[in-house]
């Protein structure tokens, strides 16, 4: 996990310092973590996977995908839509609606078209 922990911050682009900051912790905590054979508390694992939309199976075993790639899209939205005015957050909602719609149209049609050419 020592090194998965080394991967990560590294994949995120981050020092030790910037890591353990998002975390709320000191960065000689994250260098004792990245060290081989060293112990990570349960809620350090939380912390990280919560923070950076990790996958904890990939954290603790190495299987699997580091990321959690729908939260991280989330978590991506949101900071997006925090950063907006009220107006804009009001016609992003609007528009997301209006994608649904679509997206539910082009199914049903999708299915129309389908149960006609089983006909």
Known sequence: MNDRIRE?????????????????????????????????????I???????SVDEHWLRTGCGKMFIENEKKRKEF??????????????LIRTAKDLLDTQSQIQTDEKDQGHLLSH
């Open 8 to 44: 990560l911050r590294k994949a995120l682009g981050l020092s030790q310092k910037e890591f353990a900051g998002k975390i709320g912790l000191k960065q000689n905590a994250i260098s004792y973590m990245e060290k081989s054979g060293s112990t990570v508390t349960e809620q350090n």
């Open 46 to 52: 939380k912390a990280i996977c919560s923070q950076f």
């Open 78 to 91: 949101f900071a997006i839509f925090d950063g907006l005015s009220p107006a804009l957050q009001d016609y």
